[in-house]
């Protein structure tokens, strides 16, 4: 019976092609050393892509870790929630758990590299203060990120760090339109950086499955109008 590793490295990592058009160009600006900004549409694998060439880049020594950042929104109810901080993260931390295990076809992946430090999960009510070195930091869901909360994470890189982050902007759960336009002021800025790629997902990127494709098409449709 064999044992599985109990400290992961790059071998360990299932390899990944991208499957549609938008996917490649991800992988290739991030080859390239840019950052990313990977918009759009729900099911194209934006998340997936990021924590995979996140930690493929960890892993191969390029870093020294992966810090996923989630928007205080979505967590100021955490204190309403029953259980130790950890207990109340687990809620937001998953969907990253299941990724990494699933993409080292290891249930024990996520536990691993927690435990050796090779990646960390924070909110943006604890960001504040702190530089951040060596390290790509994902920003995951930041559609729910304010402008703010937006320019304090990404002025916390300090040398030798990346910067990535996915949403989509159509699933923001604010209800105030200033704060759902704050991701677009973001976008904005960052489109006039020469390190910044954005990439933005269509429904034709859709890989989670076929029934999601042709809803969000047919929804897309509906909206415009054109149904």
């Not at 991701?183 to 859709?206: G, L, R, T, Y």
């Amino acid at each position: 019976m064999n044992k599985r590793p109990s400290r992961l490295r790059l071998e360990h990592l299932l390899k990944l092609e991208p499957l549609t058009a938008n996917q490649k160009l991800a992988f290739d600006s991030f080859a390239s050393g840019n950052h990313l900004c990977l918009d759009g549409s729900a099911g194209t694998g934006k998340t997936f892509i990021s924590l995979y060439l996140a930690l493929e880049a960890v892993l191969n020594k390029d870093y020294e870790k992966v810090i996923i950042v989630r928007s205080a929104v979505p967590t100021r109810d955490m204190g309403f929630l029953p259980g130790t901080q950890e207990e109340k993260e687990d809620a937001y931390t998953a969907p990253y758990k299941a990724i990494v295990n699933d993409l080292f076809e290891d249930q024990d992946a996520w536990g691993k590299l927690i435990g050796s430090k090779n990646i960390e999960f924070l909110t943006t009510s604890f960001i504040r203060g702190l530089t951040i070195k060596n390290a790509i930091v994902i920003v995951d869901e930041s559609q729910n990120c304010n402008y703010h909360e937006l320019c304090s994470v990404i002025t916390r890189l300090g040398e030798d760090c990346r910067f990535i982050m996915s949403g989509d902007y159509y699933q923001s759960d604010f209800t105030r339109k200033g704060d759902q336009d704050g991701i677009k002021e973001f976008i904005n800025i960052i489109k006039h950086m020469n390190s910044f790629d954005h990439i933005e997902f269509k429904w034709e990127d859709i890989v989670r499955s076929g029934f999601v494709r042709d809803f969000i098409m047919t929804k897309e449709l509906y909206e415009n109008g054109k149904l």
